[in-house]
């Protein structure tokens, strides 16, 4: 299946290579890089590039170019999942995923690699598995391991690997046992120009950290389950008895965790939180243009709208832009032509605008499209949706857990057209 | 520096070779000669130094320097840079205590060992060695290493590894063996047969961490053998919920295949329904034929494969879904198949190199069936920040989508895109809704007018993309639109890009006679600003001319002349070509010949209009989510999906374990059974049974089994809700819940009659069931074996089925009579040497046990004359519980190993089993299930017709345990009820004791050295130093014979395994206060887990 892996960073430098078969001599990212020149933007690269006698399927994240070499038929989409699995494992044990976080940690990274794959087939893939075979490096382990000389790497084959609870390792002790849940909610949608919606739907995720000991198994349940149109679930879930009775029922892993994804349909109707005004215009003739912006809340159920954060790809005419914030700061690159403006907090009473002038190239004609705006926000204690956990309740051990659950709604690709 | 160093090596043979000169020397002097060659070469020296002291580290005595050095090492490897020449020196530690040192030789060894074949030959013993340790993960990663080192010279070592450990206890290790195949496999093709063999024995396995690995071993190896599939087809569409995710993408891509090649395509219904309809005059007969053939019944195997991957639809490993997504699309019957959608649209959620795959999916589904993703339309709209490749897919599902309906929104939508900044993409916008406008008439018209007005937009792309649109749209109806053709050469003076010019020129031609007035003008224009023009529109500049000369000859002679004049004299011979053959063609002179006649049929032909489709028309040649799908080109390995069979082959071969022996048995048990309980009201049974019955015993045991099977389906499914909402209220405090539930799972499947009993018992049978079930998951976690085997519980081998059939039915049916059990039993626990009861052997058999166990020892022992089957030395009499009264309403079971050869089969362990009534009622007909037992092969004791109230009766059984401590899976059924129940053996239960003399021992035993040695140094506690107490502990241990030792502080035992007979060899020797067990057998993972329980029971005190 997977041959061999390459890494490859923004500036095309191949900095590190690990081969699970036979060696692939690095001469074949020679493809990629051409590929690469090729593509305008770095995200333009196409996922699978064919050569003459390899298959290059590869990832972009953090920056970075996750190269996997195939020689034979195998579902891209395997090798794409298991990249992406290789990119959160590496952010689980490093804090982030950087060439220089990969580079300090070359030796954790060969092992990690090691572990994942067998012959190019994944072996172990599970966060929690690979955690009892190489331990993660903290500060205090290296220098406890530099005295005493013991090792990072497991003797004994971790138990979650021939358990039928795999996530989940035994023993695990905590003093204070809790459980958070974060129900998290993305609104994606497309407004027109006139401020009607052409497109909006909800991506929620119940994110858990659980630190409880024993084997606990938990339940969690919903006030209004319907609402749920299409979910994923951590294997953990146990499924029937979501098809049963749409309740979660589950032994959860230890730590940090996704328990469930789902997904309210466009069919519904979604709230949209802000509203835009704009007049982003240009004369025909003159160089300069004008840019109003103005936002507000709407729909918020009372809550306050935060972080609001927005963005704009300006024409590729305009050279400049000279803009006033009644609120946050605002950046324009003229090479890239990005505008962005840090709102922060909107305050109903008071709306947050930005308003002045843009330059234009002297001579040039106006350009004939206009931009649209990308708007982040966030909006805390809220699920957009009217999503609510109804109660969470411990079987299988004795203890009272401390339990919480956050609601946010956050914007996804939030996207208004002008 | 890869290629430099390489020089290095190659200099270094040829001096070697050349010279002779001692290598070490050659070594040193060659670093010396390259750094005094330049600058170039600075750099290699000081990586050569720096290995140097590599090397000095590798070679101290400090752990801490060595792995500081292997990982800085490894660090070299992970750059790509060459470390080779360390080989030695890192070889050397590949045997180190160190683990993680260890590892990252491993790492290092499966690096170079390819380049340094010799050396890495060195490495070899030390995974010899360590694929015996008593540690599995150590066992396991010794054999990933040998695997990995591609060394031909080592085929044989790591055939004969993999063979070992596709055995092996953990399941681990035997996951790891299903790697190793592969591995193999690409490494030697030759050992083809062998390893399928192996897989053949993997796929077996009832292991969820072994399912995945093998069947991508199968996928790799031997794709074709289909027929290695069939046994485990059910089992394997049961576990896949619990195999691990990577595992389910290829076991769900491997069944797609074979259910396209086993069962009957479900998408004919429609057909088959018109065809009865054309017929429905015929006669009765033939009528009553087409009836038969009509009904599209799908075969059970099929939906149960669709049932049980539908759950994963909601996996959240993107790959899962869209393998399930495939199989559905590729498998299901057309009105399911949009189940699927939603979880696909749910995947645009994730990476953009998802998205990508998985847009192209929908894309080319999104041709053959609209209907699927509509609902769904805007989920495809395009955002500003999607990348390229993203918003060409989309657009191109949105085109596919576009029909009379939705058209309008669609084109609103377009009409953003056209205004995009991405100009590549507003191109392809407009390459859309052309395809709009021919797929979907009503709108054309809209479509022209649009794209006309896109004609003045500043953006040269779109132009040129609207002209070559309008091109193509105005071909498929000319007549109307002569006044685009107008609005199009008005705006051809502001149009530069040479494409669109052409395209122009090209239409003026091809309708001049629309437009009679405007086209010489533009001819006229051209003349002027032909020698400025690109090459394709010179071309089409003569065209254009030719074809006016053709048709307005009056007004276009002088100009076309010109022209052509300019045109001779091009710089492009291409042009010179056309004007010359032009001018033959249509200018009449004495030397034209025919051809001038026909010059306007030629050139005034009508053409066909271009067909605007997808390019992912044809995309569905290939299977969906596979590379080549996404390359649209074969990519190598690719496994063609087959076509459905016209006919269904024949679908008992997925029928697991139907046994010859119990078909005789079965039928003439029947009458005794209340016929409409086991086969209720449905007609298609009974059907079936009358075939059966004509047919021979075999098959009709089998189509029964197949329609048990089939009703079962319909049932498990409300039973299984209902059953483990129970168990699972029942069981929260239980550790082990999720295993008891796949226990369950699979005790629901094999309980089949019951599912049918609950018809009429309802709530009650399930209770009881999901009672017991929790009951013998406690038991096995109770129970001592070590955490190895006990996730061995869910499986047991199916091998040993071939030898089934060679057993002969059962003889004579003996009935036997409580009155004299109880006098048996009572005589039981008094008996050391006992032999299996009486009461259960076949009165028609003359041989007593004993006497046959005697014949068969010279049998069987392979050398005859030196091996001699023994009775055994000590029989235990402790037993162990198999059913407990609570479980099993009032019935209670107990079995022991009677360590007597088996009077059943040669292969089997012969077991006594003593059943207890508890109730105050007497229990009817207790019999071991015939279809239950899912692996082993078990020779049941003959039904019990009637036991009374408290009393028991002693029945003996015997086992094929394959010479593995699997657990035996069956069913014990009352006339009511049925538990399904486990015999765990202990491995010393396996063998037979032979005897031999003290000379042949120890040539025996020098025959079994290496890995077939296993031993351990224990110190003894003082009360077991006696020979006596040595022997006792040994033999209550395992079933061995004592050898009559001539030395003072060494004592020896022989046995053999009892379905392969191989030799069990065990020596104690005392050394006081020490004591060093050896164990010599080909049987490895016996001898370490013998080796275990003699250890424990030496160190134990007690008697």
């Known amino acids: 299946m997977i041959h061999s892996l390459f890494l490859i960073n923004a500036s095309g430098d191949i900095f590190l290579e690990k081969h699970w078969k036979s060696v692939v001599s690095r001469s074949v990212c020679d493809y990629f890089f051409e590929a690469l020149e090729r593509a305008t933007e770095p995200e333009n690269v196409p996922p699978v590039i064919p050569t003459p006698h390899h298959f290059l399927i590869n990832v972009l994240r953090h920056r970075i170019y996750f190269v996997a070499v195939i020689q034979s038929e195998v579902p891209p989409l395997f090798v794409i999942e298991f990249l992406h699995r290789v990119v959160d494992t590496f952010q689980d044990y490093f804090g982030v995923c950087t060439e220089a976080a990969i580079k300090d940690n070359v030796v954790v990274v060969y092992e990690l690699l090691e572990e994942m794959l067998d012959n190019g087939f994944p072996l172990a893939t599970e966060s929690n598995i690979l955690k009892e075979l190489i331990k993660p490096p903290t500060i205090l382990r290296t220098v406890v391991n530099t005295i005493t000389g013991s090792t990072n790497v497991g003797e004994q084959l971790p138990t979650g690997q021939l358990s039928v609870v795999p996530w989940r390792r035994t023993g695990v002790k905590y003093t204070n046992n809790e459980a958070y849940f974060d129900v998290v909610e993305e609104i994606d949608a497309i407004i027109d120009k006139s401020g009607s919606t052409i497109t909006a739907e909800i991506q929620g995720v119940v994110d858990a950290c659980v630190k409880l000991t024993g084997m606990p198994d938990l339940t969690l349940s919903f006030m209004n389950p319907r609402l749920l149109d299409d979910v994923s679930f951590h294997p953990c879930v146990r499924f029937k008895r979501w098809e049963a009775e749409r309740i979660l029922s589950f032994i959860p892993p230890d730590g940090n965790f996704r328990l469930l994804s789902y997904h309210v ?13 704009h007049n982003i215009s240009f004369r025909e003739g003159s160089s300069q243009g004008r840019f109003e912006l103005t936002l507000g809340p709407k729909q918020t159920m009372g809550k306050a709208v935060e972080s609001v954060l927005v963005s704009s790809q300006l024409p590729r005419g305009v050279l400049n832009a000279n803009l006033n914030p009644s609120q946050g700061t605002y950046t324009f690159d003229p090479v890239t032509k990005l505008l962005s403006w840090d709102v922060g907090k909107i305050n109903p009473q008071k709306l947050p605008s930005l308003k002045g002038s843009m330059s234009l190239q002297t001579g040039a004609s106006k350009p004939d499209e206009n931009p649209t705006i990308n708007i982040q926000f966030k ?16 079987y299988g051990e004795k203890y009272k857990p401390f339990k919480g659950i956050k609601y946010m709604t956050k914007a996804g690709k939030f996207q208004v057209r002008t | 520096m890869l290629g430099m160093s390489a020089n290095s090596v190659s200099y270094n043979e040829q001096g070697s070779v050349e010279s002779g000169v001692d290598a070490a020397q050659e070594n040193s002097s060659i670093p010396a000669s390259i750094s005094s060659g330049g600058a170039a070469s600075s750099l290699f020296s000081a990586d050569y130094k720096k290995n140097e002291d590599l090397k000095e580290m590798l070679e101290s005595n400090k752990e801490s320097l060595k792995l500081e050095a292997m990982k800085r090492i490894v660090g070299l490897i992970a750059k790509g840079k060459n470390a080779s020449e360390l080989f030695p020196a890192v070889v050397k530690n590949v045997a180190s205590k160190n683990i993680e040192l260890k590892k990252l030789v491993y790492v290092y060894l499966v690096r170079y060992a390819e380049e340094q074949q010799d050396l890495a030959l060195l490495s070899i013993s030390t995974f010899q060695r360590a694929l015996k340790d008593p540690n599995q993960l150590i066992r396991a990663s010794a054999l990933r290493v040998l695997s990995s080192i591609r060394v031909p010279i080592i085929v044989p070592i790591m055939m004969l590894a993999i063979k070992e450990a596709a055995t092996d206890l953990s399941p681990y290790v035997r996951k790891t063996a299903a790697h190793a195949i592969q591995k193999l496999f690409s490494l030697d093709p ?44 059910r089992k394997l569409c049961n576990l896949l919920v619990d ?3 990577w595992g389910q993408v290829v076991i769900i891509h491997m069944l797609t295949r074979y259910a396209r090649t086993q069962f009957v395509s479900p998408w004919r219904e429609d057909a088959v329904f018109d065809e009865n309809s054309e017929k429905a005059f015929y006669d009765s007969e033939e009528e009553r034929r087409v009836d038969q053939s009509k009904p599209y019944i799908m075969d059970p195997d099929h939906r149960l494969l669709l049932r049980n991957t539908k759950p994963l639809l909601q996996s959240r490993n993107t790959a899962v879904v869209m393998a399930v997504s495939q199989l559905y699309w590729h498998l299901s019957p057309k009105h399911e198949l949009s189940i699927i959608t939603k979880s696909l649209v749910r995947l645009l959620r994730s990476h953009r190199e998802v ?33 390229t490749h993203i918003k060409t897919l989309k657009l191109e599902i949105l085109t596919n989508l576009a029909n009379e309906a939705n058209i309008s929104t669609i084109l609103r939508e377009f009409q953003t895109y056209v205004k995009s900044q991405d100009k590549a993409f507003a191109a392809a916008t407009i390459q859309a809704i052309g395809c709009c406008a021919t797929n979907i008439s009503e709108v054309t018209d809209t479509c022209l007018n649009g794209l006309v007005l896109l004609l003045s937009n500043r953006d040269e792309t779109v132009v040129a993309e609207s002209v070559v649109v309008i091109k193509k749209l105005l071909q498929t109806q000319p007549s109307q639109h002569s006044d685009i053709i107008k609005h199009m050469a008005k705006l051809f003076d502001n149009i530069t890009v040479p494409m669109a010019r052409a395209s122009i020129l090209w239409l003026m031609g091809e309708y001049c006679e629309h437009v009679p007035k405007i086209a010489p003008d533009v001819l006229r224009k051209m003349a002027k600003t032909f020698t400025d023009e690109e090459d394709i529109v010179k071309l089409q500049i003569v065209n254009l001319a030719a074809k006016l000369y053709l048709t307005n000859s009056k007004q276009t002679k002088l100009l076309t002349q010109y022209i052509l004049n300019l045109g001779k004299y091009d710089q492009n011979y291409d042009i010179r070509d056309r004007t010359r053959f032009i001018r033959q063609l249509i200018v009449p002179n004495e030397k034209s010949g025919a051809l001038s006649k026909y010059a306007r049929r030629i050139l005034m032909a009508p053409k066909p209009a271009p067909v605007l489709q997808s390019a992912f028309k044809d995309r569905d040649r290939f299977q969906l989510g596979t590379l080549s799908h996404t390359l649209n080109s074969q990519a190598s390995g690719y496994l063609e999906l087959s076509d459905w069979p016209a006919v269904a082959p024949d679908q008992s071969v997925r029928n697991v374990e139907v046994k010859e022996a119990g078909a005789p048995a079965l039928s003439k048990s029947k009458p005794a059974k209340s016929n409409e309980k086991f086969y209720s009201d449905s007609e298609e049974e009974e059907g079936e049974e009358e075939e059966g019955s004509n047919s021979e015993d075999s098959s009709s045991s089998s189509s029964e ?58 709530g009650n049978a399930v209770k009881v069931e999901s009672r017991s079930e929790s009951e013998s998951g406690s038991e096995s976690s109770s129970s001592e074996s070590s955490s190895e085997s006990r996730s061995e519980l869910d499986s047991d081998s199916d091998s040993g089925t071939d030898q089934k059939k060679n057993t002969k039915p059962k003889p004579v049916q003996s009935k036997p009579v409580i009155k004299q059990v109880e006098k048996k039993e009572v005589s039981l626990l008094d008996l050391d040497d006992f032999s299996p009861a009486p009461v259960t052997t076949p009165k028609s058999s003359i041989l007593s046990p004993n006497l046959l166990s005697d014949l068969q020892g010279l049998l069987i022992s392979p050398t005859a004359s030196a091996l001699q089957a023994s009775s055994p030395v000590f029989v235990p009499e402790t037993s162990h519980e198999l059913l407990h009264r609570m479980t099993g309403k009032g019935l209670s079971a107990q079995y022991r190993f009677t360590r007597q ?42 039904a019990i017709e009637r036991l009374e109230p408290q009393a028991s009766v002693t029945v003996s059984m015997g086992v094929d345990f394959n010479d593995s401590t699997q657990t035996a899976n069956f069913q014990l059924c009352t006339k009511e009820d049925e538990f399904s129940v486990s015999i765990q053996p202990a491995v010393g239960e396996l063998l037979l004791p032979i005897t031999m003399s003290e000379a042949d021992f120890t040539k025996e035993q020098g025959k079994l050295v290496g890995m077939n040695e296993s031993s351990a140094t224990i110190t003894i506690t003082p009360e077991n130093v006696s020979s006596q107490s040595v022997n006792r502990k040994v033999v209550s241990v395992a079933n061995l014979g004592v050898i009559p030792s001539g030395q003072e502080n060494i004592y020896r035992f022989a046995g053999k395994t009892v379905s392969s007979g191989s030799l069990v060899l065990v020596s104690v020797a005392l050394k006081d206060p020490d004591a060093m067990i050896t164990i010599n057998t080909e049987k490895t993972v016996m001898g370490s887990m013998l080796l275990r329980q003699v250890k424990t029971a030496l160190t134990n005190s007690g008697p």
């Open chain 2, 705 to 762: 089994e197949s329609v048990r099977e089939s009703e079962s389906e319909e049932n498990s499914n409300d039973s299984n809700k209902s059953s483990s909402s129970q168990s699972e209220k029942s069981s929260s405090e239980s550790d082990s819940e999720k295993k008891k539930k796949t226990l369950k799972n699979k005790k629901l499947q094999q309980q089949k009659p019951d599912s049918k009993d609950r018809k009429q018992k309802n």
């Open chain 2, 901 to 942: 050869p088996c009077i059943y089969g040669n292969s089997m362990v012969s077991l006594q089993l003593t059943l207890s009534n508890r109730t105050d009622q007497a229990l009817e007909n207790i019999h071991i299930s015939e279809k239950s037992s899912t692996g082993q092969n078990i020779h049941r004791f003959n």
């Open chain 1, 265 to 277: 349909s466009s069919q519904n109707l979604v709230a949209i939180p802000v509203y835009v005004k």
């Open chain 2, 355 to 387: 998205q990508y795959i998985v847009l192209q999916n929908i894309a080319t589904m999104s041709i053959q069936r609209k209907g699927m993703f509509e609902p769904f339309m805007k989920s495809f709209y395009v955002r500003s920040t999607d990348a």
């Open chain 2, 243 to 245: 195999v691990e995710e």
């Open chain 1, 379 to 394: 909006i805390q204690q809220l699920a957009i949706s009217g999503l609510k956990v109804n109660r969470l309740d411990m």
């Open chain 2, 190 to 233: 030759d050992q083809k047969e062998h390893l399928i063999e192996v897989i053949e024995k993997l796929l077996k396995d009832k292991s969820t961490l072994v399912a995945g690995s093998v069947v991508m071993a199968f996928e790799e190896v031997c794709p074709d053998r289909i027929d290695l599939i069939h046994k485990n087809y």
